[in-house]
């Protein structure tokens, strides 16, 4: 028996005859999206980041289970912990050999090494976590669905938003990244998945001059004459 009772569906009241012209205004302001390394260290409303994270939240996700944690970090103190152990593990990774070879040939037209003074001068940092299995009232366990699928989603609509509302930020995954569970508290069922800095670009702020895929290289069609 279905839990919830079903309501209408409320469409937005967009013309029909202009989804193609929509269509390509909003990949021309997503490209405009980049990973941004250099921040400002320009202050951010609380309430601005509450917002996206409201609108991160909207995805949709296994069963409903809603499995992420948003972890915001604007106390500087503990965005300078983070950055301390950040870079004890990103050093090993880089200069003490644990990335492999073919990892650190990838990475090196990116130019990112160990440091990670983003940690610091970004406003906030939002340490997402994946919630692995949730806790009922009694503290027992439940079963989440395509958790990694559910925190992907959510993830990509953070950065869509920042993105609309003026923010730049940068996926960054320190790895191993388990002393965020520790320094930040969090319980056993949850992981961390992506930290973001969040806030805005640094003036004459500079990003790799990359190129991206074209569509011919990322969609490919069936049809059943061919
Ligand atoms: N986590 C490391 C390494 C790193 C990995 C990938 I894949 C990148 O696209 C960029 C960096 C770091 O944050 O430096």
Excluded at 36 to 65: K, L, M, N, Q, Y
Excluded at 181 to 210: H, W
Aim: include cysteine; proline fraction near 8%; aromatic fraction near 10%.
């Amino acid at each position: 028996m279905a839990e919830f009772p079903t309501i209408p569906y409320t469409p937005l009241d967009f013309d029909h005859d202009g989804v193609t012209d929509r269509a390509r205004a909003e990949f021309e302001f997503m490209d405009l999206r980049r990973s941004v390394r250099d921040f400002s260290s320009e202050p951010v409303p609380r309430e601005a980041i509450e917002h996206a994270i409201r609108a991160a939240s909207t995805a949709p996700s296994g069963a409903h289970r809603q499995p992420w944690t948003f972890v915001l970090v604007g106390d500087q103190d503990i965005k300078r912990q983070i950055r301390e152990a950040a870079e004890h593990e990103e050093r090993i990774n880089y200069e003490g050999g644990r990335l492999p070879a073919h990892w650190r040939e990838a990475l090196a037209p990116l130019g990112t090494d160990w440091e990670k003074p983003f940690l610091e001068i970004a406003p906030w940092l939002v340490v997402v976590f994946e919630q692995r299995y949730g806790l009922g009232r009694n503290g027992e366990r439940q079963h989440n669905y395509y958790v990694k699928e559910s925190v992907g989603i959510a993830c990509g609509l953070f950065i869509a938003t920042l993105h609309r509302i003026g923010l730049v930020t940068l996926t960054h995954t320190p790895s191993p990244m388990a002393f965020l569970t520790k320094l930040l508290g969090r319980p056993e069922n949850e992981r961390p998945f992506i930290l973001f800095p969040v806030g805005y670009p640094a003036q004459g702020a500079q990003v790799p001059d990359i190129r991206r895929k074209q569509l011919d290289e990322i969609v490919a069609e069936v049809n059943s004459e061919s």
